[in-house]
């Protein structure tokens, strides 16, 4: 089951994937097509991101954690490893597993 956690990117709670539920979402497929289809077609990056790709990642999103999300590019980032652990001062989590300060309060990590 997906957990809500703090992301960076989107400034927002958002539901977070494990391995297993990336796996099945499956992001990296969305990269692919996009890559296949300006191969075929000749278009821009903008062009293709507005081509509707990327549909089947975005259902399989929704389908894990009940969360609508309409930018596949959103999926790359809403992956719990991505993160560290939560901040002892604030909560929110790191911005890395490495991290050694919150980039949201600038609190020092202990390890």
């Known amino acids: 089951m997906a957990i809500t956690m703090y ?4 400034k927002a709670d958002m539901p977070m994937l494990t391995e297993e539920e ?5 992001p990296i497929s969305y990269i692919e097509q996009v890559k296949r289809y300006r191969e075929e077609t ?5 062009e293709a991101q507005k081509a509707g790709l990327g549909y089947l990642s975005l259902a399989a999103y929704e389908r894990i954690t009940g969360f609508k999300e ?3 590019n959103a ?11 939560p901040c002892h001062e ?5 911005r890395t597993p490495a991290a050694s300060f919150c ?3 600038s609190a ?4």
Do not use: D, F
Request: hydrophobic letters at 30%.
């Open 7 to 10: 992301c960076w990117r989107c």
């Open 22 to 26: 990336w796996q099945a979402v499956n």
């Open 42 to 46: 000749g278009c821009t990056l903008a």
């Open 70 to 72: 309409t930018n596949p």
């Open 75 to 85: 999926l790359l980032h809403h992956r719990m490893s991505l993160y560290g652990p």
């Open 90 to 94: 604030c909560g929110k989590p790191l």
């Open 103 to 105: 980039a949201s309060c």
């Open 108 to 111: 020092e990590q202990l390890r």
